[in-house]
T-cell receptor, first 112, second 111 residues
Framework: DGGITQSPKYLFRKEGQNVTLSCEQNLNHDAMYWYRQDPGQGLRLIYY???????QKGDIAEGYSVSREKKESFPLTVTSAQKNPTAFYLC???????????FGEGSWLTVV | GQQVMQIPQYQHVQEGEDFTTYCNSS?????IQWYKQRPGGHPVFLIQ?????EVKKQKRLTFQFGEAKKNSSLHITATQTTDVGTYFCAGPRGSQGNLIFGKGTKLSVKP
């Protein structure tokens, strides 16, 4: 099936630890995104990438890092510098920056 | 900076009542997209509007793009419990940029 696969779905992290969320797509999309969603909040853009080996900061990039070594993959690392990392993280992709966005099922990160 | 605003933030309706959510942009948009996120799920694309004054229908859902291409609305006729979720609008950042999402309208339907 074509789509976006995020893993893990649920993740617990101790304070001070880095954690990496995986995102893989087989839609052959050029653009990929990471969004953060908090209860009652909208979708806030963390990072996005238009092409392999290139990515741009979104609205809330501090405390996060990404890489885009392959077209299909766009992992997100939540670093210990992120002060309030507990949230629902959504990976997404689109053919172009203004195209229809397809979302993965999301990853729930809880800091304990 | 450019903003996309949605109202209301929450809407509680009785099943069978109508529902409308409004989306307003601080700048003219080349197009607007609507997404629905069911509780516990991920956003799913509903529709894209491109033309000034465009109206599109999907069964009980009616989408409208304003004449000035700065606002849009989603109207649901005779809501059902399956309509529960959060509805987001999204418009491009500038002429070439990525989509900016509104904060969404969370719809709850009482049976």
């Amino acid at each position: 099936d074509g789509g976006i696969t995020q893993s893990p779905k649920y993740l617990f992290r101790k304070e001070g630890q880095n954690v990496t969320l995986s995102c893989e797509q087989n839609l052959n999309h050029d653009a990929m995104y990471w969004y953060r969603q908090d209860p009652g909040q909208g979708l806030r853009l963390i990072y996005y990438s238009q092409i392999v080996n290139d990515f741009q900061k979104g609205d809330i990039a501090e405390g996060y890092s990404v890489s885009r070594e392959k077209k299909e993959s766009f992992p997100l690392t939540v670093t210990s510098a992120q002060k309030n990392p507990t949230a629902f993280y959504l990976c997404a992709s689109s053919l172009g920056l203004q195209g229809t966005i397809y979302f993965g099922e999301g990853s729930w990160l809880t800091v304990v | 900076g450019q903003q996309v605003m949605q109202i209301p933030q929450y809407q509680h309706v009785q099943e069978g009542e109508d529902f409308t959510t409004y989306c307003n942009s601080s700048t003219t948009l080349s197009n607007i997209q609507w997404y629905k996120q069911r509780p516990g799920g991920h956003p799913v694309f509903l529709i894209q509007l491109v033309k000034s004054g465009e109206v599109k229908k999907q069964k009980r859902l009616t989408f409208q793009f304003g004449e000035a291409k700065k606002n849009s609305s989603l109207h649901i006729t005779a809501t059902q419990t399956t309509d529960v979720g959060t509805y987001f609008c999204a418009g491009p950042r500038g002429s070439q940029g990525n989509l900016i999402f509104g904060k969404g309208t969370k719809l709850s339907v009482k049976p």
